[in-house]
């Protein structure tokens, strides 16, 4: 395979097998953040994506997609259920998640998260062009940047944490927490999306690695690691243009006469996933319905849930426990003709959910953790009229952006149900006033400003890195 100067590595391909209703393999968009956030940014770069094709077995040759060229990694069926469902989404999934759901710990899936990160940095070293920048994503990878420098160390090494980092006292539960270190350390800058995050690797590379580091640098091993917040954004003009098609126009005409001409839409599209607070919005929502402060002649809920990571214990139990409850709540507050609640456990193609933001009234995400949640912002960049409610989590890393936002604790019903019933009746001025606001702050950082942004600062790493040795020489010689 042809060698490229910028290559991005991250679990996944932007792309997922799926078989077609007709039995034919087909790919498709994966859904999730990663794979929306960089897909926007590649499709005109010329770079080698590095992923899982989401199947197992050997792993097909893929064609381009425009410039972007695809190494897909193989996974055998072991390595999926150690690797990807056993150590990144059962033990550091919830751990890094505030552990809302408990983390397990399981000595045998380690042995196997180490054989495919290795996997993944010798794909990496085989693609990568002399001194190119590599960049790799998230928590599944966080031992690439160190298997990596040691085979390549001509590379300039980025990484990026999509989920939050926890704070010390919950990282330092996993056992292999020195290693884990250590290995994301490795890279030359090492991003994440809150400045809190950048903190909490500080002290802890104090603690675990006698490290000396401040928020923004760290000097470990000798070098100094690069580290700092990168909020990471989507493509708004494409949201913009996208909300702007006749057919997306239709389909939302289409859904608001579906629902109910005159009532008021409240929507939520997430994974199907714990650190999602499905659970909480819906007791908040049933509680208004049995109060009666809601009422289904004029008010319905659309859950859009995308089946996520079905095969993990977690993930299963979630899914009966909602829809237990969405059954619950439709037969007891829903009418013939009119239920409280549209559960939608379904992949949406991107003009389809375009059509459900400028449908809803009032969004609502409402994660209990979220490194960032770029749900809350598609919806914002689809409200091209300044209408429309963002009900917001604290706890989403978007949160520190999105100020006018309504923002809400979910933890604390009373106060959601409360906050919707606001965000359900605010006056139409209020409205536009927030959503310009968040429109004008989104448009300035798209997902381009983000990728800029970061590559920049690594860029500034290698420049920092080969004028340093130059700097040493110079001052060796005058002394
Ligand atoms: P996460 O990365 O945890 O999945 P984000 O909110 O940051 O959460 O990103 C979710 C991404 O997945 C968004 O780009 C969203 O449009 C997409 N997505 C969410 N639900 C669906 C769905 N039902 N079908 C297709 N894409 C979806
Ligand atoms: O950043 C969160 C994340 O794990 C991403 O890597 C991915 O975009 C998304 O969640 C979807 O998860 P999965 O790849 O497990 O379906």
Known sequence: MRQSSLVVVANRLPLDDNVAPDGACEWRRSPGGLASALHAILESTPATWVGWGGGVGPAPALADIGTLRLRPVALTEDELRGYYEGFANSTLWPLYHDAVETPV?????WETYRTVNRRFAEAAAEVAEPGAAVWIQDYHLQLVPQLLRELRPDLLIGFFMHVPFPPPELFMQLPRRVELLRGMLGADLVGFQRPQAAH????????????KGADDAILVDGRVVRTGAFPVS???TEMEALSARPYVLNQARQLRHDLGPHKRVLLSVDRLDYTKG???RLTAYSELLRDGRVKVRDTVMVQVAVPSRERVESYRGLKDRIEREVGRIN???????????????????RADLAALYQTADVMVVTPLRDGMNLVAKEYVAARADDTGALVLSEFAGAANELEDAFQVNPHDVDGLKETLLQALDAAPADLSRRMSAMRAHITENDIHAWARAYLTALDHTGQLARHLPRQREASARRS
Do not use: C, M, S, T
């Open 234 to 236: 989507i493509d708004v």
């Open 105 to 109: 710990f399981d000595r045998g899936w």
């Open 200 to 211: 909490n690797v500080a002290q802890l590379a104090g603690k675990l690695l006698g490290a």
């Open 331 to 349: 037969g007891e507050y829903g009418r013939v003709g009119e239920p409280a609640i549209h559960y939608l456990n379904q992949p949406f193609d």
């Open 278 to 280: 499905i659970e909480h």
